[in-house]
């Protein structure tokens, strides 16, 4: 190669270093802020100020579905299995919810420490399953449901 | 191998060869993609929580990890302009930059729609899976018009490749942004050989066809347009005219 290709391939290799570094660095200060939710945990390690508005990301808890007959109220626990947060939420759910199933809710929290959500948004993991495979893991007692969602933990 | 190289640089040498390479690879593009389409959009069976819509990840996963083999291409062709200056580099990154955006832009939309059903929300501002894609789009917007702004074919080839090398970064960014943060988007789905657990051979299979036939159909597009553009730019050479007028 001559010299003087040689040295820009140098400098364009330089660059593109320099410039990974960069970023690499800017992600790093921002984790929190590209983030798009905190965990029941960091919320209970009072990381989120009061009044303030943000996203929570957990697993809806088993067995604490409960909604209103008269109204689309609906009340339960979000978790990551360390912490547990109690949302309330008045609205159309996505058709995934269920129990077990993880879930971005945005609201703020309440005097009483209940996340009053304004929106529900329902998780999906990286697992996909035919009708088949589900029916057979279930009869042999494995556990199917969805894991926590990557990064929280 | 530096004469192979350079010979790859010549116009007239890349286009007799990539001639001959022609009709193998839209035989195998079609073959590819009829296999892909039938198997993924009519025999793949459904998902036990989403039922057909899963569907719609065959295509989405498919263009989605191809749309991020463009800046990487961008990337060697920009290297090999700034310090080779070979004309045939500019005109493969110029097509690129072009077909990229569509790969992008069909990444996002097929995305949204399975969103919208899925998640409960078609757009996220928050979601840096989404938003790294999105940048990517604009990205490329930027590249193609940076072209056409400048004059000067020299000078847009020159300035593209700078930013082509530049932008490659936030491949790695699209990549990881679902590992390094909380994302709505979920992780990429590990294989497995085993018939009787999640994400087994049933659906990969379906999936791994389609993304050979959407790299097949992405090199065709490729090879189709820059020579096109080697016509182009070229016309005043003696080999085009003679092929010219023997068509």
Known sequence: MKPHRRKKLGIILFIAAGLSVAVGFTAFALKQNINMFYTPTQVAEGEVGPGQHFRIGGMVKTGTVLGATDSLKVNFVATDFVSDVPIQYEGILPDLFREGQGIVAEGEMDAAGVFQASRVLAKHDENFMSPEVKAALDAAGASTENHMPAGTN | ?247
């Open chain 2, 1 to 247: 191998m530096w004469v192979w190289f350079f010979k790859l640089g010549s116009p007239k040498w890349f286009y007799e060869l990539s001639g001959k390479w022609l009709p193998w690879l839209i035989g195998a593009m079609v073959i590819f993609m009829t296999v892909g389409v039938v198997w993924g959009l009519v025999f793949l069976p459904p998902d036990y929580q989403q039922g057909f819509t899963s569907r719609i990840l065959i295509v989405h996963v498919a263009v989605a990890g191809t749309s991020l083999a463009f800046f990487p291409l961008m990337f060697v062709a920009g290297t090999i302009t700034l310090v080779w200056r070979m004309k045939l580099a500019d005109m493969v990154a110029k097509h690129a930059a072009i077909l990229g955006a569509w790969f992008s832009f069909i990444t996002l939309a097929t995305g949204s729609l399975w969103g919208s059903v899925m998640w409960g929300t078609w757009w996220e501002w928050t979601d840096s899976r989404l938003v790294s894609m999105l940048f990517q789009l604009f990205l490329l917007l930027g590249v193609i018009s940076l072209r056409s702004a400048l004059e000067d074919s020299d000078a847009a080839a020159k300035a593209c490749a700078l930013l082509s090398i530049v932008g490659c970064i936030n491949v790695v960014i699209i990549k990881y942004s679902v590992e390094w943060w909380n994302t709505l988007h979920q992780v990429s789905s590990p294989v497995t050989t085993d018939a009787s657990s999640p994400n087994g051979p049933e659906f990969w299979i379906a999936t791994l066809i389609m993304i050979v036939a959407v790299y097949l159909f992405l090199s065709v597009s490729l090879i189709l347009s820059t020579r096109n553009e080697i016509l182009e730019r070229e016309r005043k050479a003696q080999w085009v005219q003679d092929l010219v007028l023997k068509s």
